[in-house]
């Protein structure tokens, strides 16, 4: 079935690092991939999302490209912030309204 | 434009006892989705309702959980006869019919003590 391979974390960076959290996804078809974030003690926050190959998501300086070729998801960010210390999922969506996850990347940043 | 609403936001039950979680999706939506959060682990699928309907409950556990959306009021997700191994985190999502503006409510702390 479909699934979602995230790099374990956590991920320890200081504040300003270039950030890259690898996922990469098996899937039949041509699903949608996300990026989700939770901050603690909280819920789910889209952060972007690509629906077709070499699409490229983007938002609070966050960046994703759809890699059909290598099956990839990658999330990037060239600068972190301290403030960005949360809990990272990718997951796709194959068309069936759920959504499958990974295991989740737990980034922090410290000053 | 109040989001997905999911009450109560912590509930302690004592094993064996009964646990209701709640969901009111977004205004607009008619699509609900549960997600279970095991502890250092990520949300696993469990059931996807439509208004009176379950569409896909291929990630309900056989025995004791159940799941609703009824006409009129939220949708609730029922636990019966909980054990330690339930505890969790529980998240609600809502869509709209074509699936646009998915959206995930902050979720039930379920301890099971």
């Known amino acids: 079935g479909d699934s979602v391979t995230q790099m374990e974390g956590p991920v320890t960076l200081s504040e300003e690092a270039f950030l890259t959290i690898n996922c990469t996804y098996t899937?039949?078809?041509?699903?949608?991939l996300f990026w989700y974030v939770q901050y603690p003690g909280e819920g789910l926050q889209l952060l972007l999302k690509a629906t077709k190959a070499d699409d490229k998501g983007s938002n609070k300086g966050f960046e994703a490209t759809y890699r059909k070729e290598t099956t990839s998801f990658h999330l990037e960010k060239g600068s972190v912030q301290v403030s960005d210390s949360a809990v990272y999922f990718c997951a796709l969506s194959g068309g069936t309204d759920k959504l499958i996850f990974g295991t989740g990347t737990r980034l922090q940043v410290f000053p | 434009n109040a989001g997905v609403m999911q009450n109560p936001r912590h509930l302690v039950r004592r094993r064996g006892q009964e646990a209701r979680l709640r969901c009111s999706p977004m205004k607009g939506h008619s699509h609900v989705y549960w997600y279970r959060q095991l502890p250092e682990e990520g949300l696993k699928f469990m059931v996807y309702l439509q208004k009176e309907n379950i569409i896909d409950e291929s990630g309900m556990p056989k025995e004791r959980f159940s799941a609703e959306f009824p006409k009129e009021g939220p949708s609730i997700l029922r636990i019966q006869q909980v054990v330690r191994g339930d505890s969790a985190a529980y998240f609600c999502?809502?869509?709209?019919?074509?699936?646009?503006?998915?959206?995930f409510g902050s979720g039930t702390r379920l301890t099971v003590v």
């Open positions: 899937a039949t078809g041509y699903p949608s």
């Open positions: 999502a809502s869509s709209t019919d074509s699936g646009y503006g998915y959206t």
